[in-house]
């Protein structure tokens, strides 16, 4: 694997041989597509990516205190699809590890997802899980049709907890009230009746053991891939032959916002090491209250499972409405909105869209893998059914040449 950077002008190979793909970005949905084409139909694959490293938002780094770090936040990786863990397991090894999320509440850090232990914690009782139900259900506030963010928890656990655990998280990580936002934003959250504090249920809890860049390199690790970073695709596709694109950014921006911009999120984020062993007794601590401007901090030691005697680093995170493109936002108005550019894209010939970006949806690592490897099973159809067509189009010309023509001779007095 080769990177190069479009700052300087690419090899004459690259431009003289063509590729089959050429592939917008250099995250999940890039790299597996990259790695499944190369490797298991010997295609020519250029992949590029207007970052100067690969693994997208998933990145992950030495810092200057030798500690690896996420540059875009923290990345658990979690899933209940042993084909994704499977496939990814071909890239590296694996380390135990099931998150865990305290809020900060009042002066109190206590576990969310809501379970026992939260209620119990709160309001000084010991239920048991029978009375954190009956608990819960008398908090509850019946709603006729749960439709927004809002409806969710106010009708699983009533208004209390709603204000203490979700509004003010909600409205500074969207930049709205949980009232304006769809249903599913809050539904990825549940309760609990009992003490799990696991953030995930998931099967399948691991992080990469030596990091997701590590990851990448050995994805991206073959002869027929080769990366450009720094790189803008308008330009590349202008000077680079190629028979088809796969694109992974946003969906709005290829088409050059013709209906307008898709609304998105973005982050803005704060690193820094302290000198003390640990921070935090969790990898990540939430902070609901709007008048704290970070929604959480993050200490990557947890995660990594890396020990240094003396320094950790964190993450504070800060939403925001200008940045990079991170959350699609989900209301029913800019569904209609993507709506419209998805039949652009359905309309498009020899271009997929894939990811997040590309296709408006809040997907987790797991989703968009398993996407990338769906329509890595429809291209390899497609392609398998090509060379079927095109072998029994062979042997019919193969055998049309072997029928002796059969001349006939014409009496001229006929």
């Not at 990345?75 to 994704?84: A, D, E, P």
């Not at 576990?111 to 009956?134: H, M, S, W």
């Not at 909600?170 to 799990?196: F, H, I, M, Y």
């Not at 991170?326 to 309309?347: F, I, S, T, W």
Request: aromatic share 10%.
């Amino acid at each position: 694997m080769r990177d190069l950077s479009c700052t300087a002008a690419p090899p004459r190979p690259v431009t003289r041989a063509g590729f089959d793909y050429l592939i917008v970005g250099a995250g999940f949905a890039g790299a597996v597509l990259a790695e499944r084409l190369a490797r298991d139909l010997g295609k020519r694959v250029l992949i590029i990516d207007r970052r100067p490293h690969i693994g997208g938002n998933a990145y992950d780094h030495y810092n200057d205190d030798g500690i690896l770090i996420h540059r875009y936040g923290p990345h658990i990786f979690h899933t209940n699809s042993q084909q994704v863990a499977d496939y990814l397991s071909r890239f590296t090894r694996w380390r135990p590890y099931e998150h865990r999320v305290l809020a900060h509440v009042g002066q109190r850090l206590v576990p969310i997802p809501i379970n026992r232990t939260t209620v119990n914690t709160l309001y000084g009782l010991d239920l048991d899980e029978a009375g954190v139900a009956e608990f819960l259900k008398a908090k509850a506030e019946p709603v006729a049709e749960v439709r927004t963010s809002e409806d969710v928890v106010v009708g699983a656990v009533g208004r209390e907890l709603y204000e203490k655990f979700f509004r003010g998280y909600t409205r500074k990580q969207w930049g709205l009230d949980p009232s304006e936002l769809d249903k599913a934003v809050t539904a990825r959250v549940p309760t609990r009746t009992n003490d799990d504090d696991r953030y995930f249920g998931d099967s399948f809890q691991n992080m990469p053991l030596h990091g997701y860049t590590r990851m990448f390199e050995n994805m991206l690790d073959h002869p027929n891939i080769k990366i450009l970073l720094n790189c803008d695709y308008r330009e590349v596709a202008r000077e680079v032959r190629h028979d088809n694109l796969i694109f992974t950014g946003p969906v709005d921006e290829f088409f050059d916002f013709r209906y307008g911009k898709l609304p998105y999120r973005s982050l803005r984020f704060r690193h820094e090491t302290v000198e003390q062993e640990t921070f935090q007794p969790v990898a990540v601590v939430n902070y609901p209250a709007e008048e704290v401007p970070h929604t959480r901090i993050t200490e990557y030691k947890h995660l990594t499972g890396q020990t240094h005697p003396t320094k950790t680093s964190l993450t504070y995170e800060f939403p925001s409405a200008e940045g990079d493109p991170y959350y699609p936002v989900p209301k029913p108005e800019n569904a209609e909105l993507y709506r419209r550019y998805q039949a652009l894209a359905d309309a498009t010939p020899n271009v997929h869209f894939v990811g997040r970006l590309a296709t408006y949806r809040y997907y987790n690592m797991d989703q968009v893998v398993a996407q990338a490897l769906t329509l890595y099973g429809r291209i390899a159809k497609a392609e398998a059914e090509g060379r079927r067509l095109h072998d029994a189009a062979a042997k019919l010309s193969d055998l049309a040449r072997s029928v002796p023509v059969q001349q006939t001779r014409v009496n001229a007095a006929e």
